[in-house]
């Protein structure tokens, strides 16, 4: 039970950063087309500027500044990048940002240094909230969960119930018919592309202390987002949360599992294994894969359903 | 999407073989001979040793020109954009390094990277039935998902991928075909060539094929080519499975070359250096990976003995390339072909001249802030010390890098400038010509 609960937990926690991460990209992509590769490069960005600025000044002015720092760079990629890139269509802007990642990357490097930075939990979140079956449960893993809700929280109210929302949602299916009822579709681009980095970068200072902050913070996180995109549906951002969730939690469930193939068919009398391929693939712990499980899931919800859990179309 | 892609001209390019074979034949008897005389130019004479460093970068430039070309199929013939290249670059080096090892080795070694190709085009038979369901975006995205996959899976079994360590081979356990001593590099880079050169005329061969064609007709408009009554999803999977063969051929050459096949074989980032070297070359028309394989290698090899954030400059010029030129090198050079033919490159000379000046103030102002940067971080604490075309600035004092950055900042405003004049001479200049042509 208490095994459970952990499991649970933690992968709540897990699932709500990737979707603070996949709501940015999927909105961007859904509604301007454009893969931004350099999504997850804003998310480590977000928290080395918050290792940065809580050095200086406090965890909660990072908070405050290092998203939105980084939604000012989310910007300034979109007006002086990808709008120029646009008249050579949508891969030329996917290359755009695929570019932006080497450059983040060195960068990163260049200004902190090659190894982790010590980006910790701030004291005055550091301790536990409450004990769960004997174990404690950090206090800061409640205020991410509480973070992220309120994030959520936000975003849906921004979506359905401002106007600007009402504009967004328009332009994520009908940008033409949009841009013909005299909005400014460029400048909502903008904002939405800006917004999306916003949320990345947030989710870099949350999520950069509770895990770790280094310079291959954004190459593991990346892939995973993208499995989450495809997986929720394009232009979905309930099947982005749904897919956010489960993915966190067959990730940290995942690693707990001992079973093999090889031992599902024990109880049968049928020993499966060998010095092979096959056979390793048949006897390797369920715990040790769990980094393929994504990817295996991806490619599979592509094959069955191009769509994804909840997706509007066709990816 | 395809506007990314410039359209090849087919049949003025047909009309200008058709007429001059020897100009048709021309760049790849000089493509070989130089390759064949290279290594020999490297050559330490007193000794008589050769200069194993280059040998071996100038056939890492082998392997990746067949890489990046069968890159290219994909993404300038058929204008699929993917991210899994590697794997079946590194598929054929796996498997070619266990048929090195398999005792006794049926295949003779020059054959070997043949092995590899229809290795990799087992493994892109099998992913492309699942890719090319979609196309743009989505297929890039799925391939991105097979990527990770294979990586993911080279490092978690031991058995065929050998995990992190990889697989380590030996080539003189195969046979030689022609009795051929393959211990030194010299003989491994001469097999490199005739195996790059078959390769790359393969796939040449393949271009003009009813295939290609199709594959071309597709990326163009694939609901017409839909209508005329092909099947889309068919040429792109046939395209997308010998693009695998080719890729597996090259995978074989890696395998034979370096006797070891690590995960970095598949890996993410050199599925990406293949999506470099063909757009940075130019994907518009054959010759462009082969430009950008040799460049991006030799930026590679080269620039990242002279500095460790050599990836930075590469990105840039990415950047850089996707913005101003999506046409890459080839194109660029190809769009002054009708200058040159009118005999008016001269008239470009000083606007290119005016250009290169605030170009080098340019660069040489980001080189210097690059490389300060790296220094003041990472440089500093290997104990180092920093010196750039023969400068040795103080990293820590303010002033070389105001110095540095206004010349930067100054050099991009006058490179404006020059460059709006350069466009308004060139536009003249192509006015002109099409004026001038007969009709």
Redesign the interface.
Same mark, same amino acid.
């Given at each position: 039970m208490q095994l459970l609960t952990d499991t649970l937990l933690s992968g709540l926690v897990y699932g709500m950063l990737l979707f603070m991460l996949a709501s940015g990209l999927t909105l961007i992509?859904s509604m301007m087309?454009v893969?931004n590769f350099a999504h997850a490069s804003i998310y480590m960005l977000g928290a080395y500027f918050a290792f940065t600025i809580s050095h200086y000044i406090g965890f909660w002015a990072a908070l405050v500044l290092a998203p939105l720092a980084c939604g000012l760079i989310g910007a300034a990629i979109e007006v002086w990048?990808l709008r120029?890139?646009h008249?050579?269509?949508?891969?030329?802007e996917?290359?755009?940002t695929?570019?932006? %990642?080497?450059?983040f990357?060195?960068?990163v490097?260049? %200004?902190?240094?090659?190894l982790a930075v010590p980006y910790q939990v701030p004291a005055s979140l550091n301790f536990p909230l409450f004990q769960l079956y004997g174990q404690n449960f950090p206090a800061y893993r409640a205020f991410m969960l509480l973070v992220t809700a309120l994030m959520l929280l936000s975003i849906w109210l921004l979506l359905k119930k401002t106007r600007i929302g009402l504009i967004i949602q328009a332009a994520l299916t009908h940008p033409d018919m949009v841009s013909a009822l005299g909005h400014d579709v460029p400048r909502v681009f903008t904002i939405v592309f800006a917004g999306g980095c916003l949320l990345a970068g947030l989710a870099g200072v949350i999520g950069g202390n509770y895990f770790s902050t280094d310079s291959g913070m954004a190459d593991a996180m990346g892939?995973i987002v993208?499995?989450v995109v %495809?997986f929720g549906g394009l232009g979905s951002l309930a099947g982005c949360f749904v897919a956010s969730i489960f993915m966190g939690m067959v990730q940290t469930a995942a690693v707990m599992v001992n079973g093999s193939i090889a031992s599902l068919f024990a109880p049968f009398g049928i020993a499966l294994g060998g010095?092979?391929?096959l056979?390793?693939?048949l006897t390797?712990p369920l715990a040790?894969?769990s980094?393929?499980l994504p990817?295996?899931l991806? %490619?599979l919800i592509?094959?069955f359903r191009?769509r994804g859990l909840m997706g509007a179309r066709?990816? | 999407m395809t506007a990314a892609v410039p359209r090849p001209r087919p049949t003025a390019m047909r009309a200008a073989t058709r007429n001059r074979p020897i100009r048709a034949v021309a760049p790849w008897i000089a493509m070989l001979l130089i390759a064949l005389v290279l290594p020999w130019l490297f050559r330490d004479y007193t000794t008589g040793r050769d200069n194993g460093f280059m040998t071996a970068m100038f056939g890492q430039m082998g392997m990746m020109i067949v890489f990046a070309l069968s890159y290219n199929m994909l993404m300038g013939e058929a204008g699929l954009l993917s991210f899994c290249h590697a794997v079946f670059f590194g598929f054929g080096g796996y498997c070619v390094a266990h048929l090195l090892n398999a005792v006794p080795v049926v295949v003779p070694l020059e054959l070997l990277p043949l092995a590899g190709g229809v290795c990799g085009l087992g493994l892109s038979a099998v992913f492309g039935g699942m890719a090319t369901k979609q196309r743009t975006t989505a297929f890039a995205m799925i391939t991105f998902g097979i990527g990770e996959l294979a990586v993911t899976a080279a490092i978690m079994f031991q058995h065929f991928f050998g995990g992190e360590s990889g697989i380590t081979t030996d080539r003189q356990n195969a046979a030689s075909l022609f009795g051929v001593n393959y211990a030194h590099g010299l003989a491994v880079y001469y097999l490199i060539v005739a195996w790059t050169l078959i390769a790359a005329l393969g796939m040449f061969y393949l271009r003009g094929t009813p295939l290609g064609r199709m594959a071309n007709a597709c990326r163009d408009n694939y609901e017409r080519a839909q209508f005329v009554g092909y099947d889309p999803r068919m040429v792109r999977f046939i395209q997308f499975a010998l693009s695998g063969l080719f890729a597996g051929i090259g995978g074989g050459l890696y395998s034979i070359a370096y006797e070891i096949v690590t995960y970095d074989a598949v890996n993410a980032p050199l599925s990406g250096n293949a999506l470099l070297m063909a757009f940075i070359g130019g994907v518009g028309s054959f010759g462009g990976p082969v430009i950008g394989a040799i460049l991006i290698t030799a930026l590679q090899s080269g620039l990242s003995l002279m500095s460790n954030s050599w990836l930075v400059y590469v990105g840039l010029l990415f950047i850089v390339m996707v913005t101003v030129a999506p046409t890459g090198i080839a194109g660029i050079l190809r769009a002054h072909g009708p200058i040159v033919r009118a005999g008016r490159l001269g008239t470009l000379a000083i606007p290119y001249l005016r250009m290169a000046v605030p170009g080098l103030i340019v660069l040489t102002g980001l080189v210097f802030l690059v490389e300060m940067l790296s220094f003041a971080t990472i440089g500093a604490a290997e104990g180092k010390t920093f010196s750039l075309f023969g400068f040795a600035p103080n990293v820590y004092a303010p002033m070389p890098w105001i110095v540095a950055l206004a010349g930067f900042a100054a050099g991009i405003v006058w490179l404006r400038l020059e460059g709006q004049r350069f466009f308004a001479v060139w536009d003249d200049l192509m006015t002109g010509l099409a004026a001038a042509a007969p009709r």
């Open positions: 992509f087309g893969l990048g120029r890139c008249a050579n269509g949508h891969i030329a996917l290359l755009f695929f570019g932006l %990642v080497f450059i990357q060195r960068a490097m260049m %200004v902190w240094g090659t892939p993208f499995v %495809v010095d092979s391929l056979g390793e693939i390797i040790r894969v980094p393929l990817y295996v991806m %490619v592509l094959f191009p066709d990816a | -």
